[in-house]
């Protein structure tokens, strides 16, 4: 079974780059992070046209979340207990199901804006949240397989960053994010690193300043799995090749790469 993870940035600009993706990388399921659309604006006839079926919540042309499976959609939730909201108009970051027997959540994390802005208290709120219902989760069944997926909007260590010294009085590298994130991890194993390792071995590059060509991105997608999860998994992988401009004509990439993963 193949489970990835893919910040789409627009799935109604990108959906014929995300459907010949999914082809040629024999995805089984696919959770993806800012649609950008709402639910009756989602293209889901060219994921049917490919066996798969689609859960999407989305309210507004910011965040939205989905995910396509071809093993079967199950016990869908829009949003997890407890999960606080900015603003009930624009937010749709979070969606779970049941897809060939594992729990997918695909999470799009608050970006948090500044430091210095309520959104960044947030964004730490947000991933309390997570943290207190994902811990209530296993709880109530050790074994049961679950992935939290998606754009964390984190880098967990210095070397996730091509130069943590730009980034020093920014979000996504902060102590309180990284502790967050550290305390999800310290019960949901990331299981991309371990076939990912080093610097470099990035997921996002900024459009601006020719980010992706300078090798000078961030690692801030990432699939962290449950006890039972983790134990299945064989190999992953980041298909940075996706972030790659098109032929002449065709659409932009997203400036995220999907990120797989493979289970046995």
């Not at 939205?64 to 016990?75: F, T």
């Not at 802005?117 to 397989?145: I, M």
């Not at 949901?188 to 080093?198: E, H, L, Y």
């Amino acid at each position: 079974m193949r489970i990835a993870t893919w910040n789409v940035n627009s799935i109604r600009s990108r959906i014929d780059r995300v459907t010949d993706w999914l082809q040629r990388a024999d995805v089984d399921v696919l959770a993806m992070q800012e649609t950008k659309c709402k639910d009756d604006q989602f293209p889901t006839m060219p994921f049917a046209a490919l066996g798969y079926e689609v859960v999407h919540t989305g309210v507004s042309q910011w965040n939205g979340v989905a995910i396509a499976s071809r093993v079967g959609i199950d016990d869908v939730a829009v949003g997890f207990d407890g999960q606080p909201m900015w603003d009930e108009a624009s937010e749709a970051r979070a969606l779970g199901a049941t897809c060939g027997g594992v729990r997918v959540w695909s999470l799009y994390v608050p970006n948090g804006r500044t430091v210095d802005s309520p959104h960044y208290d947030y964004k730490l709120e947000w991933l309390a949240a997570l943290d207190r219902t994902a811990s209530g989760w296993l709880a109530d069944d050790p074994e049961l397989p679950i992935a939290l997926v998606g754009d964390w909007n984190i880098a967990p260590i210095d070397e996730d960053v091509w130069d943590v010294e730009v980034f020093a009085h920014s979000t996504h590298v902060t102590e309180r994010e990284r502790s967050a994130f550290r305390a999800i991890e310290s019960r949901f194993a990331d299981v991309v690193r371990p076939f990912t390792p080093g610097p470099g071995t990035y997921t996002y590059w900024d459009y601006t300043q020719l980010r992706f060509p300078k090798r000078q991105g961030m690692r801030i997608d990432f699939v962290l799995g449950s006890p039972a999860l983790a134990a299945r998994v064989t190999h992953a992988e980041i298909a940075r090749d996706e972030r790659k401009p098109g032929k002449k004509g065709t659409p932009a990439p997203s400036d995220h790469a999907p990120v797989v993963v493979d289970l046995d």
